[in-house]
């Protein structure tokens, strides 16, 4: 169990407390210990089969957890799941759309079952660049960035408090994906929640100030995305003129991951004073600094279990 560090649910839009679902003898997932504060985007990552389905499901009152228990808006999302659903902007899977019904009809039914106006309809269909003309047609027609487009509108459109978004811009250009990051940006300064699974980390490096890690079924990190690079080394890579010197991994906090004709790779902590002490001895013909990506503090969760905490981050750059 990972807690958030909030002392109190009364600002939090979602709240589980040791969440669990098994299949049999298989737990889904594990004690899952959550607290999603009023106004963030937060980030749900984990690779195909870790959870996170389950676990959006089991949010939306479309699934009963086997123990624990979960609160979405206020609401126990088992008991009053429809007010929970009601309340959310879920952004199913484009396939469970209706190919038999026009766009702008999709739209409409999707605005009635949430009981609210589609006030935020235009501003959200601009933003993914789905045209008037089609929207009259049959989603059978569409391909599948539009399928996603109209999902997303679908979603969005009733101006819903919390926004729960599966693999948003699956299929979606990158020009596309930069207005919707926008839009997102756009909602939580007015308010709203966002609860994001998404594949593609620089995305939701770009996006979300907290994320959290699931893995088998629990949670292993939740912390802000700052936070979280923070624990993870940078990588410098550094060009000499002549041989390599002696003394470069003497330094403090610095350790060789890599070397190649007068070219080093060098894991460092998050002060590089010495590092650069140093090297302003040296005769250096060039030099880069790379710090963690979200991608790589990803990978070491599922990579490197054997890799000491204070030295990973150095396995998953390339030499």
């Known amino acids: 169990m990972v807690d958030t560090g909030h002392a109190s649910s009364d ?3 979602i709240v589980t407390k040791g969440l669990t679902k098994r299949y ?9 210990t959550l607290s999603i504060s009023r106004g963030v985007i937060f980030g749900f990552l984990g690779p195909n089969g870790a959870g996170k389905t389950t676990a959006i499901r089991i949010l939306m009152g479309f699934l009963r957890a086997s123990a624990g228990s979960a609160n979405v808006l206020g609401h126990d999302v088992w ?7 009601r309340n959310v902007g879920y952004l199913v899977t484009a ?7 026009a766009g702008s009809a999709q739209l409409d039914f999707a605005a009635r079952l949430s009981g609210r106006s589609p ?14 003309a089609s929207l009259q047609r049959r989603l059978g027609t569409y391909s599948k960035g539009m399928r996603q487009k109209l999902a997303i509108i679908a979603a969005l459109q009733h101006d819903p408090e919390l926004l729960i978004l599966d693999e948003p811009t699956d299929g979606l250009d990158p020009l596309i994906q930069r207005n919707f990051e926008a839009l997102l940006r756009e909602l939580r300064d007015r308010g709203t929640t966002v609860f994001m699974s998404s594949h593609d980390l620089a995305e939701v490096e770009r996006t979300c100030e907290r ?7 629990g949670l292993v990190a939740n912390e802000t995305v700052a936070d979280l690079k923070r624990r993870y080394h940078q990588v410098a890579t550094v060009r000499f003129a002549g041989d390599v010197p002696s003394g470069l991994t003497a330094i403090p906090d610095v350790q060789l991951v890599g070397r190649e004709d007068g070219v080093v790779h060098l894991s460092l902590g998050q002060d590089v004073n010495a590092l650069l002490r140093f090297l302003a001895t040296t005769d250096v013909r060039d030099f880069s ?3 963690p990506r979200l991608q790589d503090v990803f990978m070491d969760f599922y990579d490197t279990d054997d890799i000491p905490a204070d030295r990973r981050g150095a396995k ?3 030499l």
């Open 119 to 132: 006030r935020l309809r235009e501003r959200v269909r601009e933003a993914v660049e789905l045209d008037e």
């Open 24 to 32: 049999g003898d298989v737990r889904a997932l594990s004690d899952v």
């Open 11 to 13: 600002n939090s839009v």
């Open 289 to 291: 600094l790379q710090p």
């Open 211 to 217: 994320v959290a890690v699931v893995r088998r079924g």
């Open 79 to 85: 008991s009053n799941g429809v007010a929970v659903r």
């Open 316 to 318: 998953e750059r390339p």
């Open 95 to 101: 396939d469970a759309l209706y190919p038999d019904m």
